[in-house]
């Protein structure tokens, strides 16, 4: 991809903040995304990043601020002033959002096969054959044996079903994934092994990404930046190496200090 | 016309109830969700369902689609898998002869409204015809997706995945697709519906078809329509086209290979014969009417 | 030779006879009135009232006795007949204040004003079957009347407003007209006046089991009776020409409030919630079971999380009403061979490539 001046953000987020009732949670955060560029946002539970990322997927309404994504045709569009039919176009086909929990992104009463064509048909796919030849192509990309297309994600792993989820979502060669602790509650070599995935396949594809992790492995591996947060605000960004190499504020300081070194 | 046997000719109009059965400003309500559905093919318009003097789950949708259009001069006929002679069909039959003292047949091509439960008449129908369908469950997501909120969203924003991952699941585990009656249709390249349990043998019927077909859902209450010359095309897979039933009999009655056949069992050794489901038109045939 | 199936309506006609018969019994006992079992089956009467939405006891016990008790039959006929009547006004709203009172109750208070009136119920017997009543003709025993007071008892849920301690209801702003679902289909979410109309005339047993799910930890409110109270209260309409309201007759009923778990935040301090329920004549199971569904079906608007199917609203409203599932349920008696033909091709079909695997292949 050749970056010019007057290539626009993928993402832009300005003063995004979010209030339960009296409770703030999310305070007044501000960041571009460019294509294919991953952002790690780190900090621990209760930091507000999960509200961040659910505002900026569309998923949770901010009460203040704004999120705007790079229509292909249309440039910058404010995602909140779009209709919800429009929201819901994007989710399926230039967006794609693999949760923590893999049972919740995926169909778990129906075969692994329908789960990965099923944004294909809801796109007019109508082609058997074809989509069953997308789907094995899928399932190997994610290390799924073919073999198991049409057994049900209930039947999986917890490894297996996060891969299966990534499948899902990367069918559609989307633009943009958000990531909620993709790798928690997996073991240890699991993780390694999906992580090696994500990078290798973010890299193939060009894949923009907003990841939010408490664990700063994920984010050293796999983000180009990062944004750590405390508390609802931003309290320090940049390139993930340096915030890692040297990080400039106390809290961010305690976090690096904290990780077990192996 | 052949000779209607199972028609009571007696039963006379009572005067006590109202034209119909439903009072004017019901009828009215119910015409007007009519003329939505007509402008909306296929789209499932609400309407305040009445207690009707038959149970919901019997044919009170359609009993009250045809209440609110039938008028002193039409020519009604019902008809209960096919036959003029079941059960259901002389209920609802002799309902409207008690409310509205119309002529009744059983011949399809001299009838102006026929209302059916389960089956779509063999002989062509023609302009000017209305054929009001029995619904027992309008919404064709239902059974993946009980939440109407849910199903309301998705017929709006057209989101009809839900659709062809259930049809994808029926190949993946039965090689075929496994709907065999009330099987799902686009209309008018819209709105997915249902044809009501009909079997999938009669949906290339509904397709540009010159009748107007309307749909009628008491307990549920909805009421939807495909106006006359609508297109209708049943889901499938290019390359697991959509496919009519086929037997290997012919009517045992009237020789016929075209109808849809009832199967009839006649001993406990498991012999068995076919007959027309569509006794109106197998007494044609045998007749020798063309 | 077989020939196709004829003569379906004689055979109805002939059903009708039997149907008769059935009814009647043996002939050589005495006729069932209509009054006799308005008079002497009246719970049964109070019932069918209810949930077919009409009082008018004689029309319900015409309905008991033509359904030979089968009471969602005679509802049934009574929501029928219902459905054919023209809609003449509505009534001021019901004053329970002011209720005649023949029984009052409540569980939250050992004593309050009014006292507690035990009044005519099966509570406190034995459930011991009576074999004297085998026998007609005693006379039934002359009870001592309560003093008719010419006070008002006052309600339980009034007393605590004093203090505060119970949830308010302000009429919504604009003061609407109730939602009517026999005039409008419901459409989900729907806001409470439609909720309350639904279980008025909703099914007993079924509201019964949902209310006794949340009983047993199906969604939990900690439910106290606040109060029970059966009597009678006056039945007013205001006609526009009139100007005024006219008082045209007193109507039995029984209205149960069920007070509920409390809720509160560091904003607002705690007070306790609130169910209803209301039914014609003498009907304390339904009027309860009302309640405490009524305040399940409001997890949404007090901020509880929906887990069970008594908080649900579409579960709860779409599955009450006995016309339409005894009507769906039972509609499966009809003949559905046409469908079920189909099915038996497929699975043939199926069977067969199972045998066959190269003509599965080839079939594709």
Redesign the interface.
Known sequence: MKYTDNTPPLMRVQGLACAYGARSVVRDISFDLWPGEVLAIVGESGSGKTTLLNAVAARHTPSAGQVSFDMRDHGLQNIYAMT??QR?MLSRTDWGFVHQNAADGL?MN??A??NV???L??LGQ????W?REQATDWLERVEISPSR??DRPDTFSGGMRQRLQIARNLITQPRLVFMDEPTSGLDVSVQARLLDMLRMLTRQMNLAAIIVTHDLAVARLLAQRMLVMQNGQAVETGLTDQVLDDPQHPYTQLLVSSVLQP | MLPV????PSLVRDPR??FA?L?ERTKRMIRRAILKAVAIPGYQV????????L????G?GGIQVTASIIGPVDVLKVI????D???????IR?FFQRTTGVEVTTDTTSASIIQT???IPETPLREGQVLVYQV?VPEPMQRLE????ETRKLH??Q???LM??NL??D??????I?T???YPVLVNGRYIMSPS?????DNPKMHLNPALQLFGAG?E?RIYAVPPYTSVESL?????PFEV?R?DAAC??CGSRES?????L?DDQGSR?F?C?D?DY??KRQAGIP | M?V??????S??LNSYDLLAQQRRGDPAVEELSVDQIRQQLRLAVDRVMTEGSVYDPQLAALAIKQSAGDLVEAI?LL??Y???L?RLGYSVPLDTAGMQISRRISAAFKDLPGGQVLGPTYDYTQRLLDFSLLATGAKAPVARQAQASTEATPRVVDLLHHESLLETQPAPSGDPDPFDL????V???ADRSARLQNLARADEGFLLAMAYSTQRGYSESHPFVGEIRFGTVNLSIAPEELGFEISIGDLPITECQMINQFQGSQEQPPQFTRGYGLAFGHSERKAMAMALVDRALRADELGEAVTAPAQMQ?FVMSHS?S??S??????LK??????F??????VR??RH?FANPKD?HAA?
């Open positions: 919800e039919a819901r169909r129906v075969s096969g329908a064509s099923e944004r048909m809801a109508r082609h058997y054959g989509l297309m049409d | 046997e199972t028609i009571t109830i109202n059965y009072d609400p309407f305040g369902s009445r207690e009707m003097p149970p919901y789950g019997w009170t209960d898998q096919g036959s002679d079941t059960v259901n069909a002389v209920n002799r439960r389960h089956r027992p009980p939440r109407e909120t709006a924003l989101e009809y995945g062809h991952v994808f699941e190949l993946a585990h039965y090689g075929h496994a065999t009656y009330d349990p009909i079997p999938k043998f307990r209450k499938g897979f290019e390359d697991h039933q037997w045992e009655l849809f056949l009832d199967e009839v006649m014969m007959v489901s006794s197998c007494g | 077989y196709a199936v004829k003569g379906g309506e055979a109805i049934f929501r029928a219902r459905a054919t023209p026999t005039r409008q289909p459409r989900f979410p579409e009403d016309l339409e005894s009507g769906f349920v039972q509609h009809l003949p559905h061979y046409v469908d033909q189909s099915e038996l091709e497929l079909k199926m490539s599965a594709g």
